[in-house]
């Protein structure tokens, strides 16, 4: 009978908890809240751009070769340092050496003909000098001649008159007379010996000038024969290929009695990499991201090489050609990069952030409030364009926002609205203008919102609203 009893009370206990389970009263707790809420707050905002960009050095010189022949000495290989000017590779350069030695004997054959024509000049120039002292003596013996003839005029007329008077003789007017007729023939061959004699000055003048003509020409061929070893002694410079800068060589595309051929183009036979201590990353810019990258913004970077190591650099431009490909436009960033340790290799590949704009104390909601839609109301709700005419209370700084954060305001803000749980329990819109995000928290710039101050930024259950009322179980009895 006590059996009976212990097994009748013990099923009366387990069904009487099954009842409470099954009949307990419906719905959720009065502490379930319908919203989840986050309180407006200040802290930190990095506006980014993320990219990837390849690493390459500042300059890359190509070394090449302007003339065609066989590779005799390679003095440089891979990441060979080498300073500007050093020989890095020679080519044949006998039949240049043949050329050069017949083009020093020419000129200098050029230059004994000069000397032999200038030694002609002195030569006729003296001559004429010579001429011209003899125009002098016998221009004086004409003169001498001439007072001489007048002298046996006076005296044959002397004569002639003592003889018309029979005071003198015959002999002596007819020495008087040859007197005179010896004074004339003198005259006449001092004049005949002046006119011989500047014939000869014009002969002399005339050889100077040819003279003359022919020591130009010498000196034109000499100008000539020099150009032309000038030109040989280039080339012979030529076959010793010389690094244009200081660099170190990152490819080598030469190989030891190769024939370079330099007929049509200047082919390449080293690269070298100028200083690679600094480095560019030519980063891929989204058109959409464009518009926000400025000179001198900083970036940081990491590479595949060094996973842990963040590296830093400023962005020195943002060049003006646009890329297409498959309908997707990108601008190229140059982004500089200090390499003291060498660590970044050209053509390696950089995950970029570049930082456009930060704030140190913004007032800050999280996005998830800006994403956040009532139950009934579309997710694409059309805002107002006119911004909120309040400010944010206390900006970003004491005393209000400085001139570069109004500047970066009015350049980069939009309009955003979030909801706040009103005194009924339903949410209550609040317009906004927003500034920066970093992707997980947005600036508020201007609205009717406070430090501390809750928003929604989901609901618990259907999108905020109530949690419906849980259904009984099945009755049993």
Do not use: C
Not at 64 to 86: F, H, I, R
Request: charged residues 25%; without cysteine; positive net charge.
């Amino acid at each position: 009978m006590r059996r009976i009893w212990f097994w009748l009370g013990g099923f009366a206990v387990l069904a009487g908890a099954a009842g409470f389970f099954l009949w307990r009263p419906a719905g959720g707790s009065a502490a379930d809240a319908a919203y989840r809420l986050a309180a407006v707050e200040r802290g930190p905002i990095v506006a980014s751009v993320r990219a990837t960009g390849t690493l390459n050095p500042v300059t890359t010189v190509l070394v090449g070769s302007q003339l065609s022949g066989q590779v005799v000495e390679v003095l440089a290989d891979y990441n060979t340092p080498v300073k500007e000017g050093q020989v890095v590779a020679r080519l044949y350069s006998e039949q240049i050496r043949s050329r050069r030695d017949a083009a020093m004997a020419d000129l200098a054959q050029a230059r004994a003909d000069r000397e032999t024509k200038s030694a002609q000049i002195d030569k006729a120039r003296s001559l004429l000098q010579k001429a011209q002292a003899v125009a002098d003596d016998l221009a004086a013996q004409r003169d001498r001649a001439t007072a001489q003839l007048i002298e046996a005029q006076r005296n044959f007329d002397r004569q002639t008159e003592l003889t018309a008077r029979a005071v003198g003789t015959q002999n002596a007017l007819d020495q008087a007379k040859t007197q005179l007729d010896v004074q004339k023939a003198a005259i006449a061959s001092a004049v005949a010996q002046i006119a011989s004699n500047q014939a000869e000055q014009l002969g002399l003048k005339a050889d100077i000038a040819l003279a003359d003509a022919a020591l130009k020409s010498a000196d034109a061929l000499i100008l000539q024969r020099e150009a032309k070893l000038k030109d040989i002694e280039i080339d012979l410079a030529r076959t010793e290929i010389r690094s244009p800068v200081e660099g170190v060589v990152v490819k080598r595309d030469i190989e030891l009695g190769q024939t370079v051929a330099a007929s049509l183009s200047s082919p390449t036979l080293f690269t070298v990499a100028q200083d690679l201590r600094a480095i560019d990353i030519y980063a891929n810019i989204d058109e959409a991201d464009v518009g926000r990258l400025k000179a001198g913004q900083r970036a940081s970077f990491t590479v595949n090489a060094y996973p842990n190591r963040t590296f830093e650099g400023v962005v020195r431009m943002v060049r003006l050609g646009a890329q297409t490909v498959q309908n997707v436009v990108t601008y190229t960033a140059v982004i500089g990069v200090k390499n003291d340790d060498q660590a970044l290799l050209p053509g390696m590949t950089a995950n970029l952030q570049i930082v456009t704009e930060e704030r140190d104390n913004a007032l800050r909601i999280p996005n998830a409030a800006l994403r956040f839609r009532p139950a009934g109301v579309p997710a694409a709700v059309a805002v107002a364009a006119k911004p909120p005419a309040t400010e944010a209370q206390g900006g970003n700084r004491r005393g209000g926002r400085n001139k570069e954060a109004r500047a970066a305001d009015a350049e980069y803000w939009s309009a955003g609205r979030v909801y706040q749980p009103g005194a009924d329990g339903n949410p209550q819109a609040v317009t906004l203008r927003l500034g920066i995000t970093d992707g997980n928290y947005t600036e508020v710039l201007r609205g009717d919102l406070t430090e501390g101050a809750a928003i929604i930024v989901g609901g618990n259950a259907s999108n905020g609203a109530p949690p419906a009322p849980r259904q009984r179980g099945p009755r049993l009895f």
